[in-house]
């Protein structure tokens, strides 16, 4: 009988077993066809030679995760997160620029910003530089030297791959920020859809934008700040100044903070933290009388171009007539709105930002794109699917479930331990700088990637009742806030 049983035993194990490999095996197969499936479609988009630079791509972002493993104990399991990151990026990049090639023949966005930067780099490569250029130019210069050796001129869409790299990077190390503050796992399937779900962020990685590398270093800053690592947290900040200072000032400021609050005395009088970062705003604002910070708000060689120094109160002025007061805005964008119900705007605006976009806007719409080139700027009036619009919808789609968890993390962070009331103060002193200072929408990416820090908090009392109501009686809230903002009851 006992012999019996171990041979039943031995079969079931076996035959147990045998289905495990069958399931990787089907699995394995899958995800072969689905990359053969996806490199068919990038070739179709970009032709045989972006294989190229994407492959170099996906080798530094395997690099990246190595080394993070190193430096702090990087999970092996959240390689995936990594590589699933990369990938999404890539094919919302190439729907993207496929999108652009059909609606006016050129891959490159509306806005004119990334043909912008495509011209700066290669004027950049040909040894030619009319005007102060950021780190970002001069490292994207020499990846178009290295792939100009390898597949001839690159075009613009071929320097792509190496910004979905930063673009994963930045989500990796918002994943790893979170778990450090939250001190707990963070849930990756909510980290994807905060950040990769983001419209704004991914946006602004997936084009020709100087946002990827910059949020690279921005978040370094921070994962070495709590780590100790003061001294790779202040070279991070340095490299960040190199490519946006408003952005370096901020994780200088965050960078401060966390060092002073492993202070005894500070740990245990949470108030003194609050006066501590009022402290030095205030003395950041008084040395922006004298020294006008704000004229270098948008990197430290901006200075150069300007020959009128300017505070930063005076910057968003300025920044406020360019993007609030122009006469060809909608008048029903809701934050223009907002900017002009006087005081009320200090309350609506800040949440209007945050959770943005709210509006359904139509997917076959009216396109003005400005292609800027050697020779000035084209600009085309077409119509058609904007795949823009798209990801907006998803966006919107998605606040519905994160939206009461970020609302439920804000609350318990201001609740919690030290070092989340301190990424509190710092989300909120971002928000407050994108919303009354900069005003442009790639800037809320220095907020954004905190989405999965405080939904990472929400998620540790998941299991409470009370959490649940609450997700629930929010959820409701937004699904109400969206059908009123869509249906034309508000403005």
């Known amino acids: 009988m006992i012999r019996q049983s171990q041979h039943m035993t031995s079969v079931k194990n076996f035959e147990?077993?045998?289905?495990?490999?069958?399931?990787?095996?089907?699995?394995?197969?899958?995800?072969?066809?689905?990359?053969?499936g996806f490199l068919v479609f990038m070739v179709e988009v970009a032709g045989t030679q972006i294989l190229v630079p994407w492959g170099f791509a996906l080798i530094v972002v395997l690099a990246f995760c190595k080394l993070l493993k190193w430096w702090i104990k990087f999970p092996v399991g959240s390689y995936r997160f990594a590589l699933l990151s990369f990938f999404s990026l890539s094919m919302i990049g190439l729907l993207l620029a496929a999108n652009?090639?059909?609606?006016?023949?050129?891959?490159?966005?509306?806005?004119?910003?990334?043909?912008?930067?495509?011209?700066?780099?290669?004027?950049?490569?040909?040894?030619i530089q009319t005007r102060p250029l950021t780190l970002y130019e001069h490292l994207m210069s020499y990846w178009y030297r290295l792939l100009s050796i390898i597949i001839g001129q690159p075009r613009g869409i071929d320097l792509l791959p190496l910004n979905w790299t930063f673009g994963a990077m930045v989500a990796v190390l918002a994943f790893e920020l979170a778990n450090q503050v939250s001190g707990r796992r963070c849930s990756p399937l909510l980290a994807f859809l905060a950040i990769i779900g983001n419209c704004i962020f991914s946006n602004s990685v997936v084009l020709l934008y100087r946002d990827g590398l910059m949020l690279v270093f921005y978040l370094v800053a921070f994962v070495a700040a709590f780590k100790k690592d003061y001294l790779i947290a202040i070279i991070a900040v340095?490299?960040?100044?190199?490519?946006?200072?408003?952005?370096?000032?901020?994780?200088?400021?965050?960078?401060?903070?966390?060092?002073?609050?492993?202070?005894?005395?500070?740990?245990?009088t949470p108030v003194l933290i609050i006066l501590l970062c009022m402290l030095l705003i205030t003395s950041v604002l008084i040395v922006d009388r004298y020294s006008y910070l704000g004229t270098y708000l948008r990197t430290l060689a901006s200075g150069n171009l300007q020959e009128t120094k300017t505070t930063i109160i005076e910057q968003a002025s300025t920044r406020a007539t360019k993007y609030m007061e122009r006469s060809n805005l909608s008048s029903r964008d809701?934050?223009?709105?907002?900017?002009?119900m006087g005081p009320a705007r200090y309350v609506l605006m800040p949440v209007l930002t945050l959770f943005s976009p709210f509006k359904f806007n139509s997917l076959v719409t009216e396109t003005e794109a400005h292609i800027v080139h050697a020779g000035g700027m084209d600009v085309f009036h077409v119509q058609g699917m904007s795949f823009e619009t798209a990801f907006k919808w998803i966006t919107i789609m998605l606040w519905i479930v994160l939206g009461p968890l970020m609302v439920i993390g804000i609350y318990r962070s201001a609740k919690g331990p030290v070092f989340q009331k301190i990424m509190l103060m710092i989300f909120l002193l971002?928000?407050?700088?994108?919303?009354?200072?900069?005003?442009?929408?790639?800037?809320?990416?220095?907020?954004?990637?905190?989405?999965?820090?405080?939904?990472?908090?929400?998620?540790?009392?998941?299991?409470?009742?009370?959490?649940?109501?609450?997700?629930?009686?929010?959820?409701?809230?937004?699904?109400?806030?969206?059908?009123?903002?869509?249906f034309g009851l508000l403005v």
Do not use: E
């Open 238 to 268: 340095l490299l960040c100044a190199m490519i946006r200072t408003a952005n370096a000032g901020i994780a200088l400021f965050a960078i401060v903070c966390i060092f002073l609050s492993r202070d005894r005395c500070v740990r245990r």
């Open 100 to 127: 652009f090639q059909s609606l006016y023949g050129i891959n490159f966005g509306p806005h004119g910003d990334d043909s912008k930067y495509y011209c700066y780099i290669v004027n950049l490569t040909n040894n």
């Open 430 to 486: 971002a928000l407050i700088g994108v919303t009354f200072i900069s005003f442009q929408g790639r800037h809320r990416c220095a907020f954004i990637v905190f989405y999965p820090t405080f939904l990472s908090i929400a998620w540790q009392n998941h299991m409470s009742r009370q959490c649940k109501l609450c997700a629930i009686i929010l959820g409701l809230i937004f699904i109400l806030g969206i059908l009123v903002r869509n």
């Open 16 to 36: 147990a077993a045998a289905l495990l490999k069958a399931q990787r095996n089907l699995y394995v197969t899958v995800l072969a066809c689905m990359l053969v």
């Open 334 to 340: 809701a934050t223009v709105a907002a900017y002009k």
